[in-house]
């Protein structure tokens, strides 16, 4: 399992970011297709399969599509912390 690092300490939990991802995408109305084509169309590259990874907890989106998908979804960093 995988835990996203701020300045060395432990944040968030993949399995956990990746719930989170899901239900914010899915509460915006958004398939994981045109998400990633939105995320794309803004000029950070994201395929369908990077997100799907993403939600189940295989990895995390590097910065500059965390912070695409974050605009996109109407969301911040806070929403995906467990706390």
Do not use: C, N
Not at 51 to 57: C, F, H, I, V
Request: glycine share 8%.
């Amino acid at each position: 399992m995988a835990v996203l690092v701020r300045m060395g300490e432990p944040v968030i939990e993949s399995h956990v970011f990746g719930r989170r991802l899901r239900a914010a995408r899915v509460l915006a109305g958004y398939s994981a297709e045109r998400l990633a084509e939105e995320v794309s169309a803004r000029g950070v590259v994201l395929s369908k399969r990077t997100l799907y990874a993403a939600e189940r907890g295989e990895q995390y989106p590097s910065v500059p599509q965390l912070d695409v998908i974050m605009h996109v979804l109407g969301v911040t960093f806070a929403y995906f912390d467990e706390s």
